[in-house]
């Protein structure tokens, strides 16, 4: 069985993203990118919901042919290229660079997904990672909290039916007062 994994960026009051879907809020040091890419680097596959997909799909497809990007910057981008991907959305008609679309039942599909033999899963967008916690599918929380309050936005976490007891299992610091505090569901 695969392991499911939540993980982003947040900022101190809880939000993955500023109103208007305003990230601009996360410039991660070179530390911290380093740290996504070791953590990028042990996963099977990642999955997304349309949002992050087109952010993530808008930069990183070249991303190592960008004439500023720093090594882990290239090295991200052509992992992330080569990473198989599953993008839920009922919107889009395609996707490219090593993703697959699934436009019906995403907790159906991730419950398939994880039941399958293989490493580590990533989830990504705070609406698809929603029905994953609520459907208590997410095993590992990653949350990289940034000194900054935004006031509204998408927020990390969703509305849930039942309570959800974790572990913590990792902490750490990072350069400009960021934190990593990484949890493991309790079952």
Not at 10 to 35: C, H, K, M
Not at 150 to 169: E, K, Y
């Amino acid at each position: 069985m695969r392991k499911l994994i939540f993980g982003m960026n947040v900022t101190l009051d809880g939000y993955v993203a500023a109103t208007g879907d305003d990230i601009n809020w996360s410039r991660p040091s070179d530390e911290l990118f380093q740290w996504w890419l070791d953590r990028e680097r042990t996963r099977d596959m990642s999955l997304y919901g349309r949002r992050l997909w087109e952010t993530m799909s808008a930069s990183w497809p070249t991303g190592d042919r960008q004439p500023d990007a720093t090594p882990a910057q290239i090295a991200f981008a052509r992992n992330w290229r080569d990473t198989p991907k599953v993008v839920f959305s009922a919107t889009l008609d395609e996707v490219d660079w090593n993703t697959r679309l699934v436009t019906g039942d995403a907790v159906a599909e991730i419950t398939r997904l994880k039941a399958e033999d293989g490493g580590p899963m990533r989830i990504g967008g705070a609406t698809l990672a929603g029905a994953a916690m609520r459907a208590g599918l997410i095993d590992e929380y990653e949350i990289v909290t940034h000194p900054v309050l935004v006031g509204g936005g998408t927020p990390f976490f969703t509305a849930l039916d039942s309570r959800v007891n974790l572990t913590l299992v990792e902490t750490r610091t990072f350069p400009g007062g960021v934190v990593l505090t990484r949890y493991e569901t309790r079952r």
